[in-house]
């Protein structure tokens, strides 16, 4: 599907739109900017409404888990939407999906453009 038809039935729905990329990022990232005083030490503190920072490898079982942890806490349906990582699409999580059909829709995107997601999450009113 096409992302404005999957946004056109979230308003309809009142569904919450999520997006799912992964990103791999490592404790001494050279490229990283920010801001610390001089002689503290520099953390990343992930956004919790918008951001998961998971330090293992993507794996069926730990997609299940957070798309688990997504729908409790969004409190109403999640279009989620999700770029073509093998394990976004096996058995196991297609099986999860299916038997969450209430509360949990997943969407492949074959290729997320970043003009298509300013954001994390985005929330359909």
Known sequence: EEYPAISSRAK???AQISWCDETGIRNGESNARG???KGK???IRPNAKRTSIIKDAMNPALFIRFMGRLVKDAGRKVFLVVDNL????GKMVRQW????AEEIEVFACRRIRRSCTPMNTLTAA
């Open 35 to 37: 801001y610390v005083p």
């Open 12 to 14: 309809k729905e009142g």
């Open 41 to 43: 030490t520099p953390t």
């Open 86 to 89: 093998k394990t976004r699409h």
């Open 97 to 100: 999906v299916a038997g969450h």
